[in-house]
C-alpha cells in the first residue's frame, strides 16, 4: 500500500502542458521548440517522481517543491545548460604533454590557421591546375616522402584506423604472424587482437611474453600466413631478462619467404629527442630505411598534429589501400588535413622545436620551469588575499598518450592548498569555469606543472586562482 504522504506527493506532481505554459508565458521571447520543453518538463518531473518513491519518509520530502512554478524554474535551467558548449577549452597544467583525455598534442599556430583556411570550401579533391578531381592524400603525400623517406603516403582517422585498414587489405582470410610480447592494449579500448579480428585477419602468436627469436617467426610461416607484424610496445617495456626481433631480420624473412611486414610505430617521431633527456624512440626515418613495407603512426602523438593515422610504405601496398572500401570510411577531413599539413610543413621549413607545442613543451629546460613556477607562485603569495597555501617543489613531468613509459622530465611544481573551505569543492570549481583549470590532485594540495602551459595563458591561470 502507498503511504498517504507518498500518495499526496505524487498527485502534486504538475501535468506537463501546464508547466510548459507557464513558462512560456513568463518567457514570452524563448525561441525553444514546444516538443523540447515538453521532453524537459517529462525528464524533470520523471527525476521528481523518482525521488519521491525512494524517500524513506515524508521528512525527506519536505525540501522538494513541486509546484508548477518550481518545476518551470527548473526548467530554465535545464535549458540554460544547453547553452554552455560541451567541448571547451581547457588550461593542462597536469604536466602530462600527450594527455589523452585532454585532446593529446596541441596544434601548433600554423595548424590553426590552415584549419580556419580550410573550413569553408576548399580543394579538398580538385586537382586547380585543371580543374579536374583530385585525391585528398595529395595535400601531404609529397610532404610525408620527403620527411620519411618512403615511397608513397596516405592518412586516415587515426593509427587505430590506419592498422585496421592495413590488416584488412594485405591479411583478410590470412594470419598475421605477431610477438606475444607486442600484443599490446593503448588506451583501454586499441588492442592488437581484436583490431586484427575486425579486420578479417588471424592472429597467430609466436614467441613468450619476454623472449621471441626470428626463428620463432620462421616457424610459423605456413601457407595460411599473409603478413608479418611487429607492434611497438609504446606504452610498456618488458625489462629484464627478454629478447626481441630486430624490425631488420623480419623484413629479411619477409624477403626470403615473398610476405609483407608491417610495424605500428605508435608514437612515430621524425626529430631526435634524446638530447632533451626523453628516452630513444625509433625514428620513423629509421623505420622506413630498414625496409618495412607499411608503417603506421598516430598524428597526435609525438608528431604534434591532428588526430590522424599516418601511413608510409611501398607504393604497391599504399596504392591498394587507398583502393580499399574501407578507406571510404576511415578517410580524414579537410579540416584534419589542413592541419596535418601545417604541421609537417614546419619539420621541413620551419623550426619544429619552437613552432610545436609539443615539441616546445618536451623540450623546456628545468631552470626555464624552475624560474616559471617561482614568479607565479611569488606573484600568488603577494595577491592570493591569503587564501591559499603556496609552495613549490622539484617534481617530473610525462610524456603521456601512451609514449614514452620510462621517461620523466624534470620540473618544479607549483603547490596549492586553500586554507579554508572544501579543498574538492575548489578543485571542483577550477575545473568548470572559464576556462577550465585542470592540474594534479595529490591528497590534498593541488599541483600545477607550467610545462603544459602556454606562457600566454599564465595570466589566465593567475587569474583562476585569485
Ligand atoms: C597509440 C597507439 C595506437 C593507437 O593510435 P590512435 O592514433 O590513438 O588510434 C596504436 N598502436 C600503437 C603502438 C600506439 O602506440
Redesign the pocket.
Known amino acids: 500500500m502507498v503511504e498517504n504522504w507518498r500518495e499526496a506527493s505524487l498527485r502534486s506532481l504538475p501535468a506537463v502542458d501546464v508547466t510548459v505554459n507557464l513558462y512560456k508565458r513568463a518567457y514570452p521571447e524563448s525561441r525553444y521548440p514546444h516538443a523540447l520543453l515538453v521532453q524537459a518538463v517529462q525528464e524533470i518531473v520523471d527525476l521528481l517522481r523518482r525521488q519521491i518513491l525512494a524517500a524513506g519518509s515524508s521528512e525527506e520530502l519536505l525540501g522538494l517543491s513541486v509546484t508548477p512554478e518550481e518545476v518551470a524554474l527548473r526548467l530554465g535551467s535545464w535549458l540554460g545548460q544547453l547553452e554552455v558548449p560541451s567541448l571547451r577549452r581547457v588550461i593542462n597544467a597536469t604536466g602530462t604533454v600527450l594527455h589523452t583525455n585532454l585532446g593529446r598534442a596541441p596544434l601548433a599556430a600554423a595548424a590553426e590557421a590552415a584549419m580556419k583556411a580550410a573550413a569553408g570550401y576548399c580543394n579538398l579533391e580538385m586537382d586547380l591546375s585543371d580543374g579536374l578531381r583530385g585525391s585528398r592524400h595529395q595535400h601531404v603525400e609529397k610532404l610525408l616522402i620527403s620527411l620519411s623517406g618512403a615511397e608513397a603516403a596516405c592518412v586516415v582517422n587515426?593509427?587505430?584506423a590506419a592498422?585496421l585498414l592495413c590488416l584488412n587489405t594485405l591479411a583478410a582470410g590470412k594470419k598475421v604472424i605477431v610477438s606475444r610480447g607486442e600484443l599490446?592494449e593503448?588506451?583501454g579500448s586499441?588492442r592488437i587482437p581484436e583490431v586484427m579480428s575486425s579486420g578479417g585477419a588471424g592472429l597467430k602468436e609466436v614467441g613468450t611474453t619476454n623472449k621471441t627469436h626470428l626463428s620463432d617467426y620462421r616457424a610459423a610461416i605456413d601457407a595460411e600466413t599473409g603478413l608479418l607484424l611487429k607492434?611497438?610496445t609504446?606504452?610498456y617495456r618488458v625489462v629484464g631478462f627478454t629478447s626481441s626481433v630486430d624490425v631488420e631480420a623480419i623484413v629479411s624473412l619477409g624477403l626470403e619467404f615473398g610476405l609483407p611486414v608491417m610495424e605500428?610505430l605508435?608514437?612515430g617521431l621524425f626529430l631526435d629527442l634524446s638530447a632533451f633527456g626523453l628516452e630513444p624512440e625509433p625514428l620513423v626515418k629509421e623505420r622506413i630505411a630498414a625496409g618495412v613495407d607499411l608503417l603506421t603512426l598516430?598524428g597526435d602523438?609525438l608528431l604534434g598534429g591532428p588526430?590522424a593515422?599516418i601511413i608510409l610504405g611501398k607504393r604497391v601496398f599504399i596504392e591498394r589501400l587507398k583502393k580499399n572500401q574501407l578507406m571510404r570510411a576511415l578517410r580524414p577531413d579537410k579540416v584534419t588535413l589542413a592541419a596535418l599539413e601545417a604541421t609537417l610543413r614546419i619539420y621541413l621549413a620551419g623550426q619544429p622545436l619552437r613552432e610545436i607545442p609539443a615539441l616546445a613543451m618536451l623540450s623546456m629546460s628545468a631552470e626555464v620551469l624552475r624560474q616559471r613556477a617561482e614568479n607565479l607562485a611569488e606573484r600568488l603569495r603577494r595577491h592570493g588575499q591569503n587564501m591559499l597555501i603556496v609552495n613549490t617543489c622539484e617534481d617530473f613531468s610525462f610524456v603521456g598518450g601512451?609514449a614514452m613509459p620510462l621517461t620523466k622530465l624534470p620540473t618544479t611544481l607549483v603547490v596549492l592548498r586553500p586554507r579554508c573551505g572544501s579543498f574538492s569543492d575548489w578543485v571542483q570549481k577550477l575545473r568548470s569555469g572559464q576556462p577550465s583549470l585542470v592540474g594534479r590532485v595529490q591528497g590534498d594540495r593541488l599541483l600545477l606543472d607550467l610545462r603544459t602551459v602556454a606562457e600566454a595563458e599564465e595570466e589566465e591561470v593567475f587569474r583562476c586562482l585569485t
Open positions: 587515426n593509427n587505430a592498422v599490446v593503448i588506451g586499441f607492434v611497438h609504446s606504452n605500428d605508435g608514437s598516430s602523438k588526430q593515422g601512451g
